[in-house]
């Protein structure tokens, strides 16, 4: 089948009168979900499963990608207005947009992650489309001590994260690293850092922790703020709450960030395990690294919501590259995906490309058209989601620490996960004063079961040879990029002796 019928086919699917309604619904819904603290894009689209028991296999899988898509995006929501990621892949989003929302410009900072993610999602999807084969193709050759290097990677970017207080940053990325290993060991099922409490056995939820550091903190900060407690009955801005959308002039200079963004995310999609959080830390330091004007950031620059946004956005299409071409979820939701479409008797792998198209073409067609309907649904209320910034703040902040206790109980309705939220609010404050970096705690979190899980595998693999293992003989790609790491980590520690050294002279 030609790629025009497939494309007809498609389209003809989704702009079905039940089915596009049904589509709008989803990306209501998947918004909603996106937006609640807690509520990560695989909860968004496991409770979207209720919804599709009586559905045929290709309505169900063009909603749960239609809820899929909108959650990423639901994320950036609370992300800029409460500093509360929706999801975790939004937390590099809070750097700039939070501050860009106290300074009254809640709405540009909507607008920018509404186009960015809309961006991120069109490009993946169009790769998703053309390149499933190749791709896929491409990451099958990736094994554990890959994984381990491209993960890695991903911890290497401690030493860009706050370029003046790189030793504090790394400290904090040690310190979430210290995080990951609380729990039982995967290989050998070795207890760790638990201290004979069973809720701790399956290590440390990264959803309470990042609510805590980034939202309960938050509420700390302003509730001991004398100017928040003069200014609380005009609310966060005073009430003067500036809903302008970003101008194109604007939106041009940051092109090529979200074009970047957008290539880089759907190619970490595509890696199993990776997904749209280490997309998104990784291109918003990147960008920050190449940027013209890398003191801004984090500031409240649109830049960096365009980066963040447009790279956990294409994440997504990439997660369903594998998923369609060879079976394999490329992350968490896609696995609740390829779950629901197995129970219905679809035959997930390389046969479905041949024999049903149908899959490829509906799930192509509903990422574009729920990309765009986002975008068009959200800016029609983004106006009204930023006049929340003018409700006082007396009221604002037990509602913000309500919405981070539900969403830390709902994320397993476990207790523990509450009280790991207010110990995190606690860490939060901490670090705040002894500046120390909450991204690189996160960062590290995040990280660091992915990175001892394929380096265990890995050092199994190669007999316990480390030299085996980045051999760039047996694992040129592993070695391509370990080097690369220690670049990474070195050049911020170097160059400041260079340039010193250039001085003294």
Not at 75 to 86: H, N, Y
Not at 233 to 238: K, Q, R, S
Not at 355 to 379: G, H, R, W
Request: proline content about 5%; charged content about 10%; aromatic content about 8%.
């Amino acid at each position: 089948m030609g790629t025009f019928e497939l494309l007809q086919m498609g389209f003809g699917y989704v702009f079905e009168p039940s089915m596009f309604i049904m589509v709008v619904i989803a990306i209501v819904l998947g918004t909603v979900f996106g937006a609640l603290p807690g509520v990560s894009a695989t909860m968004a689209v496991a409770l979207g499963l209720t919804f599709t028991y009586t559905m045929e296999p290709v309505p169900a899988i063009v909603f749960l990608t239609a809820i899929y898509c909108s959650s990423i995006t639901g994320g950036s929501i609370t992300a800029i207005l409460f500093k509360i990621p929706g999801v975790p892949s939004s937390a590099p989003t809070t750097f700039d947009g939070y501050p860009m929302a106290q300074r009254g410009e809640a709405g540009k900072a909507l607008g920018v992650a509404l186009l960015a993610s809309a961006i991120g999602g069109l490009v993946s999807a169009l790769a998703m489309f053309l390149l499933s084969g190749p791709l896929t193709a491409a990451a099958l050759q990736f094994g554990p001590a890959d994984l381990f290097a491209i993960t890695f990677m991903g911890l290497s970017i401690l030493t860009c994260l706050d370029g003046d207080h790189i030793l504090t940053t790394i400290i904090s990325g040690l310190i979430g690293l210290l995080l990951a290993c609380v729990g039982q060991d995967k290989m050998y099922a070795v207890q760790r850092l638990t201290y004979g409490s069973q809720q701790l056995l399956a290590g440390i939820e990264m959803i309470p922790v990042l609510i805590g550091l980034f939202a309960v903190t938050e509420v700390f900060k302003q509730t001991n703020s004398k100017k928040k407690r003069m200014t609380a009955e005009d609310g966060i801005t005073g009430g003067k709450v500036d809903t302008k959308m970003p101008s194109l002039k604007e939106l041009w200079q940051i092109k090529w960030t979200m074009v970047r963004c957008s290539v880089i995310g759907t190619l970490v999609g595509i890696l199993p395990g990776a997904g749209a959080t280490i997309a998104s830390f990784l291109c918003y330091t990147m960008e920050n690294k190449i940027s013209k004007y890398p003191e801004k950031w984090g500031t409240g620059i649109i830049d960096g919501i365009a980066a963040s946004e447009a790279s956990n956005n294409a994440a997504t299409g990439g997660a369903m590259v594998p998923l369609l071409a060879l079976g394999i979820p490329g992350g968490n939701a896609a696995a609740v995906m390829m779950s629901a479409l197995t129970l219905k008797g679809v035959q997930m792998g390389p046969l479905l490309l041949t024999n049903q198209p149908e899959y490829l073409s509906a799930t192509f067609a509903s990422m574009i058209v729920t990309n765009i309907l986002m975008v068009i649904v959200a800016i029609g209320i983004a106006k009204v989601f930023a006049q929340i910034l003018a409700i006082p703040y007396y009221y604002l902040g037990p509602i913000i620490v309500m919405l981070a206790l539900i969403g830390s109980y709902a994320n397993q309705m476990s207790i523990a996960d509450v009280q790991i939220m207010v110990l995190a609010g606690v860490l939060g404050i901490v670090v705040k004063a002894c500046h120390f970096n909450s991204a690189a705690i996160v960062l590290g979190l995040v990280l660091g079961s992915m990175c001892e899980s394929n380096f265990s595998r890995a050092y199994l693999m190669s007999r316990a040879n480390i030299g085996q293992m980045f051999s760039p003989v047996v694992n040129p790609i592993a070695f391509v990029v370990i080097i690369f790491c220690i670049i990474m980590l070195v050049t911020p520690i170097v160059m400041p002796l260079i340039k010193k050294a250039k001085k003294a002279k």
